[in-house]
């Protein structure tokens, strides 16, 4: 009888530490490379189908007006990773380092992916980094992550068919593309079936953070001659070739290839892209992960112009105004859809104005991990759990660093931009009310002076100077 009780209530204490281990949500955080606002079919694209990211968003909640961290790759993935605006956080611009690699963020930096390791999550990321060299203190397994694969560098993410990955600390080289002289193997597809196969290989015991950062759709544009390609080439026949860098013994790492059919090829990308989202939402239900398992789909920034895209033709950034590098809504407002079964209401919309440095406490709060102090990013749970008051910013800030270094503030629907802000951090700020201008059409500055005022007070001490980036006459 005692041997049967010491059963019993070993077999309880074995599902109650079961359950305690499995109670915390999964996440995966599924990150485009300059996917526009109006790239996908929920917010508008008649072009281009993408069902896969469509079913995401209209299963789960599509937020209407979320924003990237910055409009240009490192410094919108950094504010993702330290919960902290582009005036705070630690990379705020594309600055390469030798032998390969952006600059790294230091080591005393929390990170998204380490405030989730120190949680009990298995963390892992595929795709692009762009956040610190293999070795240094901004490599991904020195900042969080359990295992990586991709590119370390945005400048070799350029290429399609790159003459090697990373595998974590491991540099693996991709024989059949011959030093860019041939293009056989095409890394978005090799790092998604990374991302596949550590899906397949979850057990449900331990829960994990998957952090998938594409390089679909950035250029170069290039995609292999399958059936998504040969579709919209019926689709796309009045091409205007774009001539750039091609594959060959002269070839540069970081070059964009030519492309005959550029509107077809970029259409196919987008597809690829919503392939792959079609695929590790299925790998999820097949492992009985779904129902346990938060996915969010974002965009690092607005659409680009390099090697031969034209967001014009597409509508990518729908009705708003610029493209990458721009701090007007077309090169930060995002897609960002959240999709969690039984949890997050099913064709639900929020207004909540969000950006990504929001997305590290509201992981942290999930995980019930204790949030970094000193950052500038809310949690959201609340609006996406529906339960509790959701908090809300005073405001939103944002810099970028090139073209003479621009400045935006967002507080409530009144934006303002600032151009030549390194250049004359004292320029007039043009002054737009979104709920009336969401195109920002109608510069309001002069009949609005107070609130100009307001606005460029607010960007003035937002921005804390850097001895990295500096910015402006520091």
Same mark, same amino acid.
């Given at each position: 009888?005692?041997?049967?009780?010491?059963?019993?209530?070993?077999?309880?204490?074995?599902?109650? $530490?079961?359950?305690?281990?499995? @109670?915390?949500?999964?996440?995966?955080?599924?990150?485009?490379?300059?996917?526009?606002?109006?790239?996908?079919?929920?917010?508008?694209?008649?072009?281009?189908?993408?069902?896969?990211?469509?079913?995401?968003?209209?299963?789960?909640?599509?937020?209407?007006?979320?924003?990237?961290? /910055?409009?240009? $790759?490192?410094?919108?993935?950094?504010?993702?990773?330290?919960?902290? #605006?582009?005036?705070?956080?630690?990379?705020?611009?594309?600055?390469?380092?030798?032998?390969?690699?952006?600059?790294?963020? &230091?080591?005393?930096?929390?990170?998204?992916?380490?405030?989730?390791?120190?949680?009990?999550?298995?963390?892992?990321?595929?795709?692009?980094?762009?956040?610190?060299?293999?070795?240094?203190?901004?490599?991904?397994?020195?900042?969080?992550?359990?295992?990586?694969?991709?590119?370390? $560098?945005? &400048?070799?993410?350029?290429?399609?068919?790159?003459?090697?990955?990373?595998?974590?600390?491991?540099?693996?080289?991709?024989?059949?593309?011959?030093?860019?002289?041939?293009?056989?193997?095409?890394?978005?597809?090799?790092?998604?079936?990374?991302?596949?196969?550590?899906?397949?290989?979850?057990?449900?015991?331990?829960?994990?953070?998957?952090?998938?950062?594409?390089?679909?759709? #950035?250029?170069?544009?290039? &995609?292999?001659?399958?059936?998504?390609?040969?579709?919209?080439?019926?689709?796309?026949?009045?091409?205007?070739?774009?001539?750039?860098?091609?594959?060959?013994?002269?070839?540069?790492?970081?070059?964009?290839?030519?492309?005959?059919?550029?509107?077809?090829?970029?259409?196919?990308?987008?597809?690829?892209?919503?392939?792959?989202?079609?695929?590790?939402?299925?790998?999820?239900?097949?492992?009985?992960?779904?129902?346990?398992?938060?996915?969010?789909?974002?965009?690092?920034?607005?659409? #680009?112009?390099?090697?031969?895209?034209?967001?014009?033709?597409?509508?990518?950034?729908? @009705?708003?105004?610029?493209?990458?590098?721009?701090?007007?809504?077309?090169?930060?407002?995002?897609?960002?859809?959240?999709?969690?079964?039984?949890?997050?209401?099913?064709?639900?919309?929020?207004?909540?104005?969000?950006?990504?440095?929001?997305?590290?406490?509201?992981?942290?709060?999930?995980?019930?991990?204790?949030?970094? /102090?000193?950052?500038?990013?809310?949690?959201?749970?609340? /609006?996406?759990?529906?339960?509790?008051?959701?908090?809300?910013?005073?405001?939103?800030?944002?810099?970028?660093?090139?073209?003479?270094?621009?400045?935006?503030?967002?507080?409530?629907?009144?934006?303002?931009?600032?151009?030549?802000?390194?250049?004359?951090?004292?320029?007039?700020?043009?002054?737009?009310?979104?709920? /009336?201008?969401?195109?920002?059409?109608?510069?309001?500055?002069?009949?609005?002076?107070?609130?100009?005022?307001?606005?460029?007070?607010?960007?003035?001490?937002?921005?804390?100077?850097?001895?990295?980036?500096?910015?402006?006459?520091?």
């Amino acid at each position: 009888m005692r041997i049967l009780l010491f059963l019993l209530i070993a077999t309880l204490f074995s599902q109650f $530490c079961s359950a305690q281990t499995t @109670s915390k949500p999964n996440i995966i955080f599924i990150l485009a490379d300059d996917l526009g606002f109006g790239d996908v079919g929920v917010n508008g694209q008649k072009l281009i189908k993408t069902p896969n990211i469509d079913r995401l968003a209209n299963g789960g909640m599509r937020f209407t007006q979320f924003y990237a961290g /910055t409009s240009v $790759c490192a410094p919108s993935r950094s504010s993702l990773m330290t919960g902290k #605006h582009t005036g705070h956080t630690f990379i705020r611009g594309n600055k390469g380092v030798e032998p390969e690699g952006q600059q790294p963020i &230091a080591d005393s930096v929390v990170t998204l992916g380490e405030v989730l390791q120190r949680a009990g999550y298995v963390t892992a990321a595929f795709g692009k980094w762009g956040l610190g060299p293999v070795g240094s203190e901004g490599d991904p397994n020195r900042q969080g992550f359990n295992r990586f694969y991709g590119y370390n $560098c945005q &400048a070799l993410a350029h290429r399609a068919y790159p003459n090697h990955l990373w595998d974590n600390d491991q540099k693996t080289v991709l024989k059949a593309n011959e030093n860019l002289q041939q293009q056989k193997e095409y890394a978005p597809d090799m790092i998604h079936q990374q991302a596949l196969n550590f899906l397949n290989a979850r057990d449900g015991k331990q829960p994990f953070f998957l952090f998938l950062p594409y390089i679909l759709p #950035h250029a170069e544009l290039v &995609a292999p001659d399958d059936s998504l390609l040969a579709h919209y080439k019926k689709i796309f026949t009045d091409e205007k070739p774009f001539k750039g860098a091609d594959y060959g013994p002269n070839a540069k790492p970081e070059g964009y290839a030519s492309q005959a059919h550029p509107h077809a090829t970029y259409a196919a990308m987008v597809a690829r892209l919503d392939r792959y989202v079609g695929q590790v939402m299925a790998a999820l239900k097949a492992k009985g992960l779904d129902k346990n398992t938060l996915v969010i789909f974002s965009s690092d920034n607005g659409p #680009h112009l390099e090697g031969g895209a034209d967001h014009k033709f597409f509508n990518s950034n729908g @009705s708003l105004r610029g493209v990458k590098r721009d701090l007007y809504e077309g090169g930060i407002r995002e897609p960002f859809f959240a999709n969690w079964p039984g949890v997050i209401k099913p064709g639900s919309t929020s207004d909540f104005v969000g950006a990504f440095w929001d997305v590290l406490p509201t992981f942290a709060e999930l995980a019930g991990a204790k949030t970094p /102090t000193g950052i500038d990013g809310l949690s959201f749970v609340s /609006t996406l759990t529906g339960k509790g008051t959701q908090k809300k910013h005073d405001y939103l800030y944002w810099e970028f660093h090139e073209n003479g270094g621009r400045q935006a503030v967002r507080q409530g629907n009144w934006k303002a931009v600032r151009l030549q802000a390194s250049t004359n951090p004292d320029n007039p700020v043009e002054l737009y009310n979104l709920a /009336t201008d969401p195109a920002e059409q109608k510069n309001l500055a002069s009949t609005n002076p107070d609130k100009a005022q307001e606005l460029s007070r607010l960007m003035k001490q937002s921005h804390v100077a850097s001895p990295i980036f500096p910015f402006g006459k520091e």
